[in-house]
């Protein structure tokens, strides 16, 4: 049976109201299209003033879509986009009358919506009330929201990724998230089959994700006859293996790629591409409801003064007026997924001193002032992070001046992991969640690019069992209560950061990986801390406040000691972090002071994990 390509973005539950503008004399017809679901994004379709994403009369920047929701107590403020002709992934198309805002309801029941949609000279980075009321402002009305009816890994069984004032992201449910997946390749929307998707740069590293093209299933998106198969099977793929997170740059100007931007071409700044922007709306939705979180990179190093340099700013606190509007883009057309953070930039404020293909690093000043403007533009309160280069001094410099700020949430450490010892990516997770803690303002703390640059992460063809990766960087992260990690490819691995397009190259990895997330899954390990010294510091451990819940890690061991009260007694399974096979001990001896158990044969020369489960009498 022939796709309908209206199908793409769903099943929809359609609504029509006929609403009379307060300024205009004339009917407003406001379209709602999704499922009205808590949770489910859904989408506000106006028809407004005919125009195009060339038309002098900017329409980015020269109107003005904000939509207020309320119900109960809540208040939400939400930026419009202009939408081209509303269907633009599949026509293609660059002109049309259509504005539109992204809802993702946080609780069911009866909402309420008001709308204001204002023309004015630069209104959309003006205030609120700039401008004057236009075509469909005024319009208001209400809906119905019901429960979800979807099940995990699909985030809208979940609701919203938020910042919950601990380390690890927690969902509207509750339930608390933990991240493995791919960080590479950094240009992932380098894409052929999105729209006006070229490479700027010398060498051509753009993609057609064609050894996924097989993973793409009959009820999966695509847009403009079959567009798309081959991205959208990679994602199938990925969460196939268990994985819930990709890296990607929607920014990647004067960078390593030089061929991702949302605007209609490589010299522009004020006009974003709709078509281009709509497929890469497609992916998103698809990643989220395959359980994939999106780690939103808005810049990379070589490019994070490019709006400041592009106007002729200069100076510590410069906003320019092309980066408010690209964040209020992104903001409008991208925040409402339930599974997304918002990083700042790949590489952020590297050397402060050193002038960058684009002009000088970001100064403090100015990225503490982008993370609060993001804050307080992004109703959905999504998650800010920064990540930094492998410079030590680098990131002891940067970060420590953002010890409690309250618009940065997440820290994503680039570690050269090999170079610094075994322990190295454990002690900087640790060091960095116990400083920001103090700070009052614990922060979510993942690896996000690990060893030299040329090598990273190999493919399985060339270190199948991937021990350095595995034992230093997964478990170093996880053991020291960190979030979690993306695995960065090197230059020199024949699929590296910028031309891989074969997710399957690292596949022991993912399995090594989805091992290590179910282990934690199975615990409570949002209640658990470091807790070394329970094992005479020759293990890593985790352990909850009274002791019933111990996770230890170690490596190269016979026999495993635990510090515990003397009438404690533990049931116990061990792990392979190669294979996840379980080893089911016995009750646990008690050899005093504390416990003995033996690690079992298999794996005394190599590591292995232990969960012990105080049993209570």
């Known amino acids: 049976m022939k796709k309908n390509p209206d199908r793409i973005r769903g099943i929809f539950a359609v609504c029509f109201f006929a609403l009379t503008a307060v300024q205009c004399n004339q009917k407003t017809q406001v379209e709602i299209t999704g499922e009205l679901k808590k949770w489910h994004p859904v989408v506000f379709v106006f028809k407004g003033p005919a125009t195009s994403e060339q038309n002098k009369d900017n329409p980015f920047l020269n109107y003005r879509l904000d939509v207020t929701f309320t119900h109960n107590n809540t208040k939400l403020v939400v930026p419009g986009y202009y939408a081209a002709d509303g269907n633009a992934a599949q026509t293609g198309k660059d002109a049309g009358n259509i504005w539109k805002v992204h809802f993702l309801p946080p609780d069911t029941g009866i909402w309420q919506y008001s709308v204001s949609f204002r023309k004015g000279k630069n209104v959309a980075l003006e205030d609120a009330s700039s401008g004057k009321p236009c075509f469909f402002d005024g319009a208001n009305g209400s809906f119905r929201v019901t429960e979800t009816d979807k099940n995990p890994p699909d985030f809208r069984a979940m609701g919203k990724l938020h910042y919950a004032g601990q380390r690890y992201y927690r969902f509207s449910n509750g339930q608390y998230f933990l991240k493995a997946g791919a960080g590479s390749p950094e240009n992932f929307l380098a894409y052929r089959d999105f729209d006006r998707t070229f490479s700027n740069g010398k060498t051509d590293y753009t993609k057609t994700w064609e050894a996924h093209t097989a993973d793409w299933q009959n009820e999966d998106p695509s847009w403009q006859g079959g567009k798309g198969k081959g991205i959208i099977g990679a994602i199938n793929y990925l969460s196939s293996m268990g994985m819930n997170s990709v890296y990607l740059i929607v920014l990647t100007l004067h960078g390593d790629g030089n061929d991702v931007w949302p605007f209609t071409g490589p010299d522009e700044r004020y006009r974003f591409d709709c078509s281009k922007l709509d497929q890469w709306r497609i992916v998103f939705e698809h990643m989220n409801k395959k359980g994939i979180h999106i780690h939103f990179f808005l810049s990379e190093t070589e490019n994070e003064q490019l709006f400041e340099t592009d106007e002729g700013l200069q100076g510590s606190n410069t906003f320019a007026l092309s980066r408010k509007l690209f964040y209020r883009e992104m903001i409008a057309r991208f925040a409402d997924l339930p599974g997304i ?15 960058t293909s684009r002009g000088k690093a970001l100064s403090t000043e100015q990225l503490r002032i982008f993370m609060r403007y993001i804050d307080s533009l992004d109703p959905w309160d999504t998650p800010i992070a920064m990540h930094t280069s492998a410079d030590d001094g680098h990131r002891e410099n940067l970060f420590s001046k953002f010890i409690g700020e309250p618009s940065l949430s997440c820290i994503s450490l680039q570690l050269e992991s090999i170079l610094k010892g075994n322990d190295y990516v454990y002690n900087q997770t640790h060091y960095w969640i116990e400083k920001s803690a103090a700070g009052n303002h614990p922060w979510v703390v993942s690896n996000d690019e690990q060893g030299y640059f040329a090598t990273g992460v190999w493919t399985d063809a060339t270190d199948p069992r991937h021990d350095t990766i595995r034992q230093n960087v997964l478990w170093g992260n996880l053991m020291a209560g960190g979030a979690g990690v993306e ?29 290590a997330l179910d282990i934690f899954r199975s615990l409570p390990f949002y209640t658990l801390q470091p807790a070394n010294q329970l094992a005479g510091n020759k293990a890593w451990c985790l352990a909850d406040r009274d002791l019933s819940t111990i996770l230890v890690y170690g490596k190269n061991l016979s026999e495993l000691r635990i510090a515990v009260p003397d009438s404690c007694r533990y049931e116990y399974t061990f792990y392979n972090p190669l294979t996840g096979q379980k080893i089911i001990g016995k009750k646990s001896r008690n050899y005093l002071p504390g416990i003995l158990l033996y690690v079992p044969t298999k794996l005394r020369n190599t590591d292995f994990a232990c969960v012990l489960t105080r049993i209570m009498h």
């Open 341 to 355: 953070t918002f990083n700042l930039g790949e590489e952020i404020a590297e050397d402060q001193e050193k002038e």
């Open 487 to 515: 695995y960065y490819f090197g230059y020199k691995t024949g699929c590296g950061d910028l031309d891989c397009q074969n997710w399957r190259t690292r596949e022991n990895l993912w399995k090594q990986s989805k091992a």
